[in-house]
Structures are given as C-alpha cells and as structure tokens.
C-alpha cells in the first residue's frame, strides 16, 4: 500500500516498485479491492490502482479512541502506584 500512498500506479509499475510478480502484486491488490482500501480504473489494457483513504481514516479514528482509554488508564494507575508507595512510607 505504500506505494500508492505518493499517488496512483498501473500494476505494472506497482511490480517495479515492490519488486515481486505480477501474479502476487494482483493477488495482493484484490485483497485490498475485497476490503475497499483500493480501487482501480482502466487505462487502455492496464488498470491504474488507486488508495482509498475513508478506511484508514476509519483506523486512525478507533486507534485514537484506544489511545485515550489507555492513557487514561496509565494515569490512574501512575497515581494508585503513587498513593500506595505514599501510604508505605508512612
């Protein structure tokens, strides 16, 4: 996916840039189209591969939700440690 994150690319050239054959790069981006990370559109006998970034904007929204929960969490328990070795040394 990397690849096409500087802009779109034919497969052809997407077999260049990522170095494997141009059965596994297909492959690969099927896969991506099945999951709607990818589209493409004909340019004469080639398809022209696409990113799609609604999905990953999906991704980063769910990992920031995590990423507050868990620091959230981090801080109670920095202050429950904190209480605790507070109470020890009294």
Request: include cysteine; charge should be negative.
């Amino acid at each position: 996916m990397s690849a096409l994150a500087t802009g779109n690319r034919a497969v052809s050239e997407l077999v260049l840039t990522v170095g494997g054959s141009q059965p596994t790069v297909s492959e690969h981006l099927a896969q991506l189209r099945k999951v709607g990370l990818v589209t493409y559109a004909k340019r004469g006998r080639e398809r022209v591969y696409c990113l799609e970034m609604a999905p990953l904007h999906d991704i980063t929204d769910w990992l920031s939700s995590l990423e507050t929960f868990w620091d959230d969490r981090f801080e109670r328990l920095g202050y429950t440690i904190q209480t605790l070795q507070q109470e020890e040394d009294t």
